[in-house]
Nanobody
């Protein structure tokens, strides 16, 4: 059973930065499309960023130019560097590994952007 464990969430002031990390059990990072999703209270879960096995990245319009997704195949980790954070970035962030029809989710990590 694959497990995804997120870390790095917390409270940060507007304009600040956080780096989220997702550690995967098993060598899936180099095979699966890895992504970060988020869900704010009362809203649907949405894709924030993803990276394919070929290294192609995709970002939500709301985070383009501020967030960067990267992966380390040797360490089986996927990171999300978040800069210039805004209050509207506040949400629970989830790591996802996808190789249709299979998908795995982490337990989520809270990110709160507030002064």
């Amino acid at each position: 059973q694959v497990q995804l464990v997120e870390s790095g969430g917390g409270l940060v002031q507007p304009g600040g930065s956080l780096r989220l990390s997702c550690a995967a059990s098993g060598s899936i990072v180099s095979i699966y499309t890895m992504g970060w999703y988020r869900q704010a209270p009362g809203k649907q879960r949405e894709l924030v960023a993803s990276i394919t096995r070929a290294g192609s990245t995709n970002y939500a319009d709301s985070v383009k130019g501020r967030f960067t997704i990267s992966r380390d195949n040797a360490k089986n980790t996927v990171d999300l560097q978040m800069n210039s954070l805004k209050p509207e970035d506040t949400a629970v962030y989830y790591c996802n590994a996808r190789l249709p029809p299979i998908a795995y989710w982490g337990q989520g990590t809270q990110v709160t952007v507030s002064s």
